[in-house]
């Protein structure tokens, strides 16, 4: 099937809990999450992109068929108020309580910049609640093909990761799209299998 948008949730009340798994997008304001959702459906126009940094403050949610994506608002941007910033805040947490709690996280930064101490704040509490994640390097192409290795490295140390868990890609020119898409079934196909374990143990 083709990606399409379902809906919007401003609040828990709004959270959708399908059947199939959700794995989430999240990232500072500007970092590309909508254009790397249009690149995954292989749309222009799935997610709306905005000149407008920090513009997204809804969770909004993609049928991607096998799964659904939720694209969480952008943090970070300095225009924001503080009641705005803390509304985010329990957005988040509401977003990942058990209820709730996404297969996977797509975890979005800018390739060509260090992470800010809100990337590495947002990592450290998907560390804290125990959600699996991969860092989704953006804007590859951005920089020379010799520079995206090191600058991935680089990304991977400063999240404590490993440098196979950073996904290097470009929404410009369709770099890490498979690799994205085949990661997004192998998060289907061990959702599959903890649901038939879950039935198996009752």
Known sequence: MEPRFLTSAADKKGFLRPEKPVIAVSGRSNVGKSSFINMLAGQKRLA??????????????????????ADLPGYGYARVSQTEKAKWARLLEDFFSPVCMPAHVFALADIRHAPSADDLTMIEFLYAMRVPFTIVATKADKLAKTRRIPAARALAAAFRTGEGNVLVTSAQEGIGRERALSLAAEICARAAEGAAEEVEEE
């Open 48 to 69: 709306r992109t905005s000149s407008e940094p920090g513009r997204t403050r809804l969770v909004n949610y993609f049928d991607f068929g096998a799964f659904v994506l």
